[in-house]
């Protein structure tokens, strides 16, 4: 395989994989009835004058399905950890005990369900219109070899290869949105 078409290709995978992980992480902070560390991972607190990441002031972690701890490693940090988990507006209510913040993540309701596997489809096509840009941008670098001397027969070969490898990475997302939906979906 030319260099440049290999180059092309390195460059889509790297695309193709951001576009899912980018999709995942945004999945992981989503609310499926169960309590997860990641529902806090948007959460930042002024720590000495910088706004720093939750995770690098506590631990955060689980004390069952429902309760999400945090346990922060400074306690005067207690009331400005609590004041930014209300501010996030998640629907929490931290209880501060002094030593810990503890978080009860209550169930979902049917309604709300509905609204979060809206927001999954929402994020699906996101990634999927991401997917799609990567194709076009891989196609239109094929176009630019064959004007620099790729051969018709190359560059055909290489537009079918990127096609199943947006194929695979749309069976990829569309497993990925499945798998969330029935974990949100199910009681």
């Known amino acids: 395989m030319n260099e440049d078409v290999q180059m092309h290709f390195e460059i889509l995978e790297e695309s193709l994989n951001n576009s899912l992980t980018h999709l995942q992480k945004e999945l992981l902070k989503l609310r499926a009835g169960k309590a997860n560390p990641h529902m806090l991972s948007g959460i930042t607190v002024e720590n000495y004058g910088q706004k720093t990441p939750l995770n690098q002031v506590a631990n955060v972690g689980t004390m069952d399905a429902q309760t999400i701890i945090v ?14 988990i209300q501010k996030a ?16 993540v209550p169930p979902l309701t049917e309604e709300r ?4 596997v809206k927001f999954v489809k929402t994020e699906e096509e996101n990634c999927k219109i991401s997917l799609r840009g ?4 891989a196609l239109d670098g094929f176009k ?13 070969r290489a537009e079918d290869q990127v096609q199943e490898k947006i194929d695979e990475y749309v069976k990829k997302v569309e497993s990925i ?9 199910t009681v």
């Open 177 to 185: 949105i499945t798998e969330k939906e029935k974990e949100i979906m």
């Open 89 to 104: 507006n998640l629907g929490f209510n931290p209880q501060n005990n002094g030593e810990r913040i503890l978080i009860n």
């Open 113 to 116: 369900r509905r609204e979060i």
């Open 71 to 84: 346990q922060p490693w400074d306690k005067s940090m207690l009331p400005v950890i609590e004041k930014e």
């Open 134 to 137: 990567a194709r076009r941008e």
């Open 144 to 156: 630019q070899l064959k004007e620099d001397g790729l051969s018709e027969d190359e560059q055909k």
